[in-house]
Nanobody, 124 residues
Framework: QVQLVESGGGLVQAGGSLRLSCATSGRTFSNYAMGWFRQAPGKERELVAGITQSGGSTYYGDSVKGRFTISRDNVKNTVYLQMNSLKPEDTAVYYC?????????????????WGQGTQVTVSS
């Protein structure tokens, strides 16, 4: 059993930055690949970023490439999402998810554990 708790969301102006954190507990964090998903009202939940167990390989959705950075600290058992140059289109609830595999996955159903989400709102 893995518990995931997101934090760091809030209201920011377009062009600003936020850093989301996902703290984990319950099992060995380093055994899990991690992903950040987001879901805006009326839209499907989408994978924003993924990271392997070691942090050696990452993925970014096309809409956030060059602006967002995923990272992990396997000592603090925490995964981060640094979000720069935020746009109103980034407004969504952001979720972290854990998958007991070396590699991240692209589909929601391939993740085993989920946080409750944190709201990110970007004003124009």
């Amino acid at each position: 059993q893995v518990q995931l708790v997101e934090s760091g969301g809030g209201l920011v102006q377009a062009g600003g930055s936020l850093r989301l954190s996902c703290a984990t507990s319950g099992r060995t964090f380093s055994n899990y690949a991690m992903g950040w998903f987001r879901q805006a009202p009326g839209k499907e939940r989408e994978l924003v970023a993924g990271i392997t167990q070691s942090g050696g390989s990452t993925y970014y959705g096309d809409s956030v490439k060059g602006r967002f950075t995923i990272s992990r600290d396997n000592v603090k058992n925490t995964v981060y999402l640094q979000m720069n140059s935020l746009k109103p289109e980034d407004t969504a609830v952001y979720y972290c998810a854990a998958r007991r595999n070396y590699y991240y996955a692209y589909r929601e159903d391939d993740y085993d554990y989920w946080g409750q989400g944190t709201q990110v709102t970007v004003s124009s």
